[in-house]
């Protein structure tokens, strides 16, 4: 089997999403640093939905019903609701009726030590993307935006609920499932803050000011940006002719420094509106193919609607093939007149300016409040207490209505489609989203789509960014941490175990043919570092060869130097042949280094070969991510001891270890009394014990390591889980 790999990548950047814009690149022969790319590449769907005669999907619609006070409305069928589809009735084919309980049924366990993407993965639950748009939050309404969140994590969200916390700015993309992940969802939000430094300075523009200058050369406002300049002393006209502020207007072309500010305020603007919806786009695709309830809540100070940004229509067209709701979180409180136009600011505005003054509030939001009513959602603005609307978002997931229907021959023109729901007779509320594009005659979505650039690998983007895992290639996967390395940092090996019975092998000379693609990427919960590594690996592998895959499972891994903290590691693989996508999310966490502690254990029934250059003539267990064993088989459990305290004279430690192998009910099978490790000549503990599982009836079991610093006095109990199956 040839091997051709790329060097892991380790640098402080955007966690875990930010990876996907990396993608797969071409494999090289040898190490070498990768960077981010500058932007996000474009997002393809993947989603599989049923066509029909006019290559028009079947169109479903999220549709909420409340009553006047609010209260979501449960009991409606089918017959109570009525389609229109450019104002033209349409048949619906599909109703499903969605209420949740309040409480969760039960509590989930803990991240298990080894991960598999073959457990029961329910996707008809909510699913919400939270996105923490720090491009556009001040440092101080950051702590109001993170306070709501908090408040959503807190009482939103039930048992299996899917949530993905990411920042705009790249700091952050998680996903977990709640309730487990609560803890690591709030870590992540205490070290998240805004990035957008107002402009208090005198010569300061809205970015709506700045787009209708430079964009729409709009004269009356150039004329009142021009007025305020003068009021506060950034620049004396460059004619004295009063008479040009009057009804004849003033070119922008007679103020250049109104025209030059107002250029650097719209590009300034423009790359900050991009970056934020860039990432909101990419959150929606990765939505598709999932059920449920699915929603993203823009925490955000806002920002304005430019027109001439496609990345608009594409967030229409991203949540209309997610079918995603998006919700707008205002964090700038009631509005009025912008503190830009108080007294602190500076000298009184022109009196015909006023009116301006309190457009400012509402024209630097209407952007993020468009994408929320054109995708069924809405925007929480206008209140200091955000909890309420937090709650409102989360009373309207758990009760809603699935409605479908196929639109009747629509010209595959990308035009926009305009969607109506009605419910006769009813005093009630209703809110869907607005509408969809049609496809275009070449299979395109769009002419968006018709515009895409080559760029980095679409599937796995899409696979890093999903919530949820693929379970077309059934994979395992574990981590062990081992010693300590420089720079306070541990030696952690990420390990899986891939299956290959599903894989497209062709036959060629007598062995089996394909090729094996995978990336793998670690987050760092604590500080949004991240690692990344890909490979390619071209097979050629005899018969024998791939009946042992298939009983054992082809095992790969990567040892990654990590600092103390929480991980969240991805993978994801790809069979070149037949094109299936596999991808495994695991959960693990680094120890503080300097505590009295013992490596991760390695339990195997495998040992390593001895090699000739090898001078140690000591067994090596092979690591593997399975604890799956049959009965008969040996078990070998190796660990390593560090922070023990050293003797005075010697300078040697002095830990006992013993174990014991139970079953779940507590009966023990097997153990080993307390006995001193022996150090080495270096000082270091290591030990490695056998036993053989004979006569053991299949079930859970725990091999459970007890350890004692007899200088110190410290305990240590290890316990890690395991299998026997016949």
Request: glycine content about 8%; some cysteine.
């Amino acid at each position: 089997m040839r091997v051709v790999q790329t060097a892991m990548t380790r640098t402080l950047a955007p966690s875990l999403a930010f990876l996907a814009l990396l993608g797969l690149t071409q494999a090289v022969a040898q190490e070498k640093p990768k960077a981010p790319a500058a932007s996000p590449p474009p997002v393809v769907d993947l989603g599989q939905s049923p066509t029909f005669p006019a290559q028009i999907e079947q169109v479903t619609v999220d549709v909420v019903v409340t009553d006047k006070k609010g209260v979501p409305v449960t009991t409606l069928n089918q017959s109570d609701f009525k389609v229109f589809d450019e104002g033209k009735p349409q048949e619906i084919i599909s109703f499903e009726r969605i209420v949740l309980p309040d409480q969760p049924a039960e509590t989930a366990p803990p991240p298990p030590r080894v991960a598999s993407n073959t457990s029961e993965d329910i996707r008809a639950v909510r699913t919400f993307v939270i996105v923490f748009d720090d491009i556009h939050l001040a440092p101080f309404q950051a702590h109001r935006a993170k306070g709501a969140i908090a408040e959503f994590l807190k009482s939103g969200v039930r048992e299996g609920d899917r949530v993905t916390l990411i920042a705009t700015g790249g700091g952050a993309w998680w996903s977990t499932r709640m309730e487990v992940g609560r803890g690591e969802l709030m870590t992540l939000l205490k070290r998240l803050d805004g990035r957008n430094i107002p402009d208090m300075s005198p010569e300061r523009m809205s970015d709506y000011e700045a787009m209708r200058i430079h964009v729409y050369h709009d004269t009356q406002v150039a004329e009142r940006v021009a007025r305020r300049f003068e009021t506060y002393g950034v620049t004396q006209r460059m004619s004295q002719d009063s008479g040009s502020r009057g009804g004849g207007g003033l070119g922008i072309e007679n103020d250049p420094m109104v025209s030059a500010r107002a250029s650097d305020v719209y590009f300034q603007s423009l790359t900050k509106n991009r970056i934020t919806l860039e990432a909101m786009e990419r959150a929606l695709n990765a939505f598709v193919g999932t059920k449920g309830r699915k929603s993203m809540i823009l925490v955000s100070e806002g920002f304005i609607y430019d027109p001439n940004m496609d990345e608009f229509k594409r967030i229409q067209i991203a949540s209309r093939r997610a079918n995603v709701a998006v919700y707008f979180l205002d964090t700038r409180g009631l509005g009025g007149l912008s503190e830009y136009a108080s007294a602190q600011f500076g000298p009184p505005i022109a009196d015909q300016d006023a009116g301006a003054g309190f457009m400012e509030h509402l024209e630097a939001s209407e952007g993020a409040e468009s994408i929320a009513a054109d995708t069924g959602g809405f925007s929480v603005k206008n209140t200091n207490d955000l909890n309420k609307g937090i709650k409102r978002i989360a009373d309207e997931t758990r009760s809603y209505y699935l409605i479908g229907y196929n639109p009747n021959n629509i010209a595959l023109d990308g035009r926009f489609h305009k969607i109506e729901v009605k419910v006769a007779g009813k005093a009630i509320d209703i809110r869907a989203r607005k509408g969809y594009y049609a496809p275009l005659p070449d299979g395109s979505r769009s002419v968006l789509d018709q515009k895409k650039k080559a760029g980095p690998d679409p599937v796995f983007q899409a696979a890093l960014d999903s919530p949820f895992e693929e379970p077309a290639i059934p994979m395992r996967m574990t981590s062990h941490v081992f010693d300590e390395t420089l720079l306070g940092k541990a030696n952690v090996l990420v390990s899986a175990d891939i299956d290959l019975s599903s894989f497209g092998f062709v036959e060629q000379d007598g062995r089996f043919v394909d090729t094996l693609d995978f990336l793998m990427v670690v987050a760092h919960r604590e500080t949004g570092e991240y690692f990344r590594y890909d490979q390619k690996m071209d097979m050629r592998l005899l018969p024998a060869t791939r009946e042992r895959y298939r009983s054992q499972w082809f095992p790969l891994g990567k040892d990654f130097e990590l600092a103390p903290g929480g991980y969240q590691a991805k993978l994801v693989v790809r069979d070149k042949n037949n094109g299936k996508v596999g991808t495994i999310m695991h959960y693990f966490e680094v120890p503080e280094l300097a505590e009295f502690r013992t490596s991760s254990p390695v339990i195997t029934d495998t040992l390593q070969p001895k090699r000739e250059i090898d001078s140690d003539d000591r067994p090596k267990p092979t690591v593997v991510a399975r604890r799956v064993f049959k009965p008969g088989s040996t078990l070998y459990c190796q660990f390593e001891v560090f922070g023990a305290e050293k003797d005075k004279k010697s300078s040697m430690p002095k830990v006992s270890a013993g174990y014991v192998i139970q079953a779940k009910d507590g009966k023990v099978f097997t153990g080993m009394a307390p006995s001193v490790i022996q150090p080495t000549s270096l000082g270091k503990l290591s030990r490695m014990v056998g036993t053989k599982i004979e006569g053991v009836a299949p079930g859970e079991y725990e091999w459970i390591l007890n350890l004692k610093d007899e200088l110190s006095g410290k305990l240590l109990q290890i316990r890690e889980p395991f299998r026997v199956e016949g």
